[in-house]
């Protein structure tokens, strides 16, 4: 990963800066040797065939390729790879290294692994956690994030830790992110009885409110059967489609596009502990486990949505 040192980083560098950063120092030595002695080269001289990215979308695919070989990632958490997606996810939710990007409920920090180093030279990652006094799990969360953190300040030094009230959620000032990520957490925020939604208006509401207009909200979360009603489901993890994007649109965004990167037709979705039969939980232990590993980590819903950039009903005629 291009990584500028702390002089040579301005205030406010934009992706622009990072292109001509990475048109010299993504090409390997031999081109740069030629490079550098171009002037004195024939004209007549076959050119190298190596072409330096020339996009953002070039680059961003080159920082992630090297941010997912990194060393600093668990084995644990490289192995999840393959049902996770990560690079196409991040590309869909159209993630670059010189964006703020909120991460909603990190938890152990499977994201946070490739999204804040990603981000840490030119870019801003936010964790956005709940308060630690809210639950045992939170404060365990927090503490793993923390620790990840402070121990390897070369890719994680200018990450950043919010804490929220889950009542009256807060990420951070009006309008300030790019792009807000949640993934697998929607389903948390469905309450089990009483047939409410629990947290998740709220939740959908100060994303819309921390986002830029323009700014993108990605969801994935755990995809119910087609036809399913949220009452029937949401003690299993899984959530029906329709139900998540009227979460989202009743807070005011757009649904722009949705992804089947995230898919898997082998997940039957009737298991006797939901969703958390499959891996990596895998809550039923030795029973059946060669059979729950074989269908893998659950079916998911990829959903990308934009928070407009004007007001619904101001638009120009």
């Given at each position: 990963?291009?990584?500028?040192?702390?002089?040579?980083?301005p205030?406010?560098?934009?992706?622009?800066?990072?292109?001509?950063l990475?048109?010299?120092?993504?090409?390997?030595?031999p081109?740069?040797?030629q490079?550098?002695?171009?002037g004195?080269?024939?004209?007549?001289?076959?050119?190298?065939?190596?072409?330096p990215?020339?996009?953002?979308?070039?680059?961003?695919?080159?920082?992630?390729?090297?941010?997912?070989?990194?060393?600093?990632?668990?084995?644990?958490?490289?192995?999840?790879?393959?049902?996770?997606?990560?690079?196409?996810?991040?590309?869909?939710?159209?993630?670059r290294?010189?964006?703020?990007?909120?991460?909603?409920?990190?938890?152990?920090?499977?994201?946070?692994?490739?999204?804040?180093?990603?981000?840490n030279?030119?870019?801003?990652?936010?964790?956005?956690?709940?308060?630690?006094?809210?639950?045992?799990?939170?404060?365990?969360?927090?503490?793993?994030?923390?620790?990840?953190?402070?121990?390897?300040?070369?890719?994680?030094?200018?990450?950043?830790?919010?804490?929220?009230?889950?009542?009256?959620?807060?990420f951070?000032?009006?309008?300030?992110?790019?792009?807000?990520?949640?993934f697998r957490?929607?389903?948390?925020?469905?309450?089990?009885?009483?047939?409410?939604?629990?947290?998740?208006?709220?939740?959908?509401?100060?994303?819309?409110?921390?986002l830029?207009?323009?700014?993108?909200?990605?969801?994935?979360?755990?995809?119910?059967?087609?036809?399913?009603?949220?009452?029937?489901?949401?003690?299993?993890?899984?959530?029906?489609?329709?139900y998540?994007?009227?979460?989202?649109?009743?807070?005011?965004?757009?649904?722009?596009?949705?992804?089947?990167?995230?898919?898997?037709?082998?997940?039957?979705?009737?298991?006797?502990?939901?969703?958390?039969?499959?891996?990596?939980?895998?809550t039923?232990?030795?029973?059946?486990?060669?059979?729950?590993?074989?269908?893998?980590?659950?079916?998911?819903?990829?959903?990308?949505?934009?928070?407009?950039?004007?007001?619904?009903?101001?638009?120009?005629?």
């Amino acid at each position: 990963m291009i990584r500028a040192t702390a002089a040579a980083k301005p205030a406010g560098i934009g992706i622009a800066a990072v292109l001509l950063l990475a048109s010299a120092l993504l090409l390997p030595g031999p081109a740069r040797a030629q490079a550098a002695s171009a002037g004195s080269v024939e004209s007549d001289q076959p050119v190298d065939e190596l072409v330096p990215p020339t996009s953002a979308s070039d680059f961003t695919a080159s920082q992630l390729d090297s941010v997912l070989a990194g060393s600093w990632r668990s084995p644990a958490n490289r192995a999840r790879d393959a049902y996770r997606h990560p690079k196409a996810t991040l590309q869909f939710f159209g993630v670059r290294p010189d964006q703020t990007v909120i991460e909603i409920t990190p938890g152990g920090g499977w994201y946070a692994e490739i999204l804040a180093p990603l981000l840490n030279d030119n870019g801003h990652y936010i964790a956005a956690e709940k308060a630690p006094s809210a639950d045992s799990e939170a404060r365990s969360d927090d503490s793993a994030l923390r620790r990840k953190f402070a121990a390897d300040p070369a890719h994680y030094g200018n990450a950043r830790i919010v804490e929220f009230d889950a009542a009256a959620p807060k990420f951070g000032a009006p309008g300030s992110a790019d792009v807000v990520l949640t993934f697998r957490n929607v389903h948390n925020w469905i309450a089990a009885d009483k047939g409410t939604a629990g947290t998740g208006p709220a939740m959908f509401k100060a994303f819309f409110d921390v986002l830029k207009p323009g700014g993108v909200l990605g969801v994935v979360d755990h995809r119910a059967s087609e036809g399913a009603v949220i009452d029937a489901v949401k003690g299993s993890g899984y959530l029906p489609t329709p139900y998540v994007v009227k979460l989202a649109t009743d807070a005011g965004f757009v649904l722009e596009e949705s992804s089947e990167v995230n898919a898997n037709p082998k997940d039957t979705k009737d298991y006797p502990k939901g969703v958390w039969t499959l891996p990596p939980t895998l809550t039923l232990g030795d029973q059946d486990k060669a059979k729950y590993q074989a269908i893998g980590e659950s079916d998911r819903m990829t959903l990308k949505f934009v928070k407009p950039t004007a007001p619904a009903g101001n638009e120009a005629h």
